[in-house]
């Protein structure tokens, strides 16, 4: 039962760990497309 529990805490810290560097990534993705944008304009 515990090492269950140490499994679901590991995949859970994973899955937190993608979440954060997708979201970076669109958040930097955006912003670069703002800046082109606004550069231009």
Same mark, same amino acid.
């Given at each position: ?12 810290? =994973?899955? /937190? ?5 997708? $979201? =970076? &990534? /669109? *958040? /930097?993705?955006?912003? $670069?497309? &703002?800046? *082109?944008?606004?550069?231009? =304009?």
């Amino acid at each position: 039962m515990d090492q269950q529990h140490k499994q679901e805490d590991t995949a859970l810290k =994973g899955t /937190l760990v993608s979440v954060l560097l997708l $979201g =970076g &990534f /669109l *958040i /930097l993705t955006w912003v $670069g497309v &703002f800046a *082109i944008f606004v550069s231009r =304009g």
